[in-house]
């Protein structure tokens, strides 16, 4: 039997005989050890390659995406400006048409004015048209006569909505815009207010409305 001396660590805290068996088996297990010790490095340094790839393919997919969205912003951005100069240019249109209508409308409703107390009077109603609409021919009335009183009573939908104006004579002579479509309003179960020289008001029973209308009148008729 051969005798051989084998230390352990890094240096030697006891000393063994082994036979030449034992020594090739102790060689045998720790060159195992570092096999498996490699094996396992090897397979960790795969698996960090294999995440590095898969993280890359996604960084790749990502920015092809990316690329993609910012050409349809630009195609989309495109249409937008394209969308926004034709409408823009159709709004200047509509607006010039509607100032057509309104001033067609002012001209042909000054002509129904009569005298009350000493104001020009326009007691008027109407079906189916837009306040705003109401009020830019109340302007455009007013600025031909400043002695004039609009007072419109707009039936839609079951409801009613009176807009009323004053020219500037009219005003320095007591007339309140305001007070008018006030007074109105809670003839027919509504109610609201506004300025002097314009204001919008609004009624439930349509049915009150020609009281409504006498009213209005015998106000005027006392300024």
Not at 85 to 108: M, P, T
Request: proline share 1%; charged share 30%; net charge neutral.
């Amino acid at each position: 039997m051969i005798m051989t001396n084998l230390y352990m660590g890094s240096h030697v805290t006891n000393e063994r005989f082994l036979s030449k068996d034992q020594v090739i088996a102790e060689l045998k297990s720790r060159i195992d050890c570092l096999e498996n010790e490699k094996v396992r490095r090897c397979n960790e340094n795969i698996n960090r390659m294999s995440e590095n790839m898969q993280l890359h393919q996604e960084l790749e997919q990502a920015q092809e995406e990316i690329s993609y969205l910012k050409h349809e912003l630009k195609i989309s951005k495109k249409y937008i400006d394209f969308w926004e100069d034709n409408y823009s240019e159709s709004r200047k249109e509509i607006e010039q048409l509607k100032n057509q209508i309104f001033a067609l409308k002012s001209n042909e409703w000054v002509n129904e004015t009569v005298s009350l107390g000493s104001v020009n009077a326009l007691i008027k109603k109407v079906e189916g048209m837009d306040a705003g609409a109401l009020k830019d021919i109340v302007s455009n009335l007013k600025a031909k006569d400043p002695n004039i009183v609009c007072f419109f009573g707009n039936v839609s939908n079951d409801k009613i909505v009176f807009v009323s104006g004053a020219g500037k004579d009219a005003v320095s002579k007591g007339v309140h815009a305001g007070q008018l479509v006030k007074k109105a309003a809670q003839l027919c179960s509504g109610n609201g207010g506004g300025k002097p020289d314009m204001a919008q008001a609004g009624g439930k029973d349509i049915s009150k409305l020609n009281e409504a209308f006498e009213a209005i009148k015998s106000e005027l008729a006392n300024i």
